[in-house]
């Protein structure tokens, strides 16, 4: 079982920057591929970013792809999501997730724990 919490969200402006970390709880933190979706008011949830096991392969939706990264540290069984050049879109509750993987995933159904989410508002 692994507990996911996440932190780092807020208020921005559009084309500014904020770092979301997600703490997860347990020893094999290193045996999980981790992703990154978010919801805006109204819309159902999206995949935003996966990173794998070991850190060495990484996927983005193709609306944050270079602007945003995503990145771990196996030893503070911790991902983050840093997100540069915001817009207005990029606003929503944003999730971790984790899934005992093998492949990166995007799919909300492939993954097996949840964060209860961060709410990032990005102002005009």
């Known amino acids: 079982q692994v507990q996911l919490v996440e932190s780092g ?3 921005a402006q559009a084309g500014g920057s ?34 794998t096991r070991s850190g060495g392969t990484t996927f983005y939706a ?4 270079g602007r945003f990264t995503i990145s771990r540290d196996n030893a503070k069984n911790t991902v983050y999501l840093s997100m540069n050049s915001l817009k207005p879109e990029d606003t929503g509750v944003y999730y971790c997730a ?6 990166i995933a995007t799919a909300q159904f492939e993954y097996n724990y949840w964060g209860q989410g961060t709410q990032v508002t990005v102002s005009s």
Do not use: H, N
């Not at 984790?98 to 492949?103: D, K, L, S, T």
């Open 9 to 11: 969200g807020g208020l």
């Open 18 to 51: 904020l770092r979301l970390s997600c703490a997860a709880s347990g020893r094999t933190f290193s045996s999980y591929d981790m992703g990154w979706f978010r919801q805006a008011l109204g819309e159902e949830r999206k995949f935003v970013a996966a990173i």
């Open 62 to 65: 193709d609306v944050v792809k």
């Open 98 to 103: 984790a899934r005992p993987g093998v492949i």
